[in-house]
């Protein structure tokens, strides 16, 4: 078995030695196989180049790079095509979810899930440090997909994830939205294929280096849209019955 680990990435050039590091300390400690896929959407700092002089010195870190930004949902497919890996691990790169994480999601994912989510608001989860505003909007729109889906989740928005090979696989073949919405609706779509989706109970914590790139409205509005499509298809898919 070996482990890949996808990680997207946008002006995080102050944190990359950081991400790279914890992540490489994690995955050395496991005693499987193991590499790294790092993807720099489109940096406007020197993430690509740091990123390059880091992978000249680990073997086992590969760099993939968008010539613009596409999004965070586009960043990870192009992850998982790089991705060799028989369990494939996404992570925030500001590491919001610690790199001890991944020992978690792997052993969920080893034990038959397809997708192994990290939630902090599954019982023995905690957050730490995150402001109220964003945790609000979290667990709100969680809710809203709960309900408008009807999966069984506590938080449809973490990158922490451990995917099998086949649903990364299905990932990749799907048009999905690019913005960080895209987390739900792929949750969602691989739900509907039929794979199968359990949480990890996680900390999740304020970044501690550079500038996060979620804002709420943005965000906040992404999730709108795609809950409307989805309610739109549900009431469709009635109608027709």
């Known amino acids: 078995m070996k482990v890949t680990v996808v ?14 590091d914890a992540i490489s300390k994690v995955l050395s400690s496991l005693s499987i196989p193991s590499n790294i896929v790092a993807v720099d959407d489109g940096s406007r700092d020197r993430t690509y180049e740091a990123l390059s002089w880091l992978a000249k010195e680990q073997q086992a870190l590969l760099v993939a790079c968008h010539e613009r930004n596409l999004g965070v949902g586009e960043a990870i497919k192009t992850g998982f095509r790089h991705a060799d890996g028989d369990i494939i691990v996404t992570l925030d790169s500001d590491l919001s979810y610690g790199a001890d994480v991944i020992p978690r999601l792997i052993r969920i994912a080893m034990r038959g899930a397809d997708v192994a ?39 449809f928005t973490s990158m922490a994830r451990a995917y099998s090979r086949n649903a990364a ?5 799907l048009r999905g ?7 739900a609706e792929l949750l969602i779509e691989l739900n509907n294929l039929g794979f199968a989706i359990a ?13 996060s790139k979620l804002r709420i409205s943005n965000v906040t509005l992404g999730h709108m ?17």
Request: contains cysteine; hydrophobic residues 45%; positive net charge.
């Open 169 to 173: 696989k299905a990932a990749t073949l």
């Open 7 to 20: 990680i997207p990435m946008f002006n995080e050039e102050a944190g990359v030695l950081a991400c790279i």
């Open 117 to 155: 989510v990290a939630s902090p608001y599954a019982r023995g989860g905690r957050v730490v440090g995150v402001s109220p505003l964003r945790i609000l909007a979290s667990r709100t729109v969680s809710l809203l997909y709960r309900l408008c889906a009807g999966i069984h989740l506590t938080c």
């Open 225 to 241: 849209q795609l809950l409307l499509r989805i309610l739109i298809k549900r009431i469709g898919l009635r109608q027709e019955r």
């Open 199 to 211: 949480e990890v109970p996680a900390e999740l914590v304020s970044r501690a280096r550079g500038k």
């Open 177 to 183: 939205r690019p913005g960080f919405e895209s987390q």
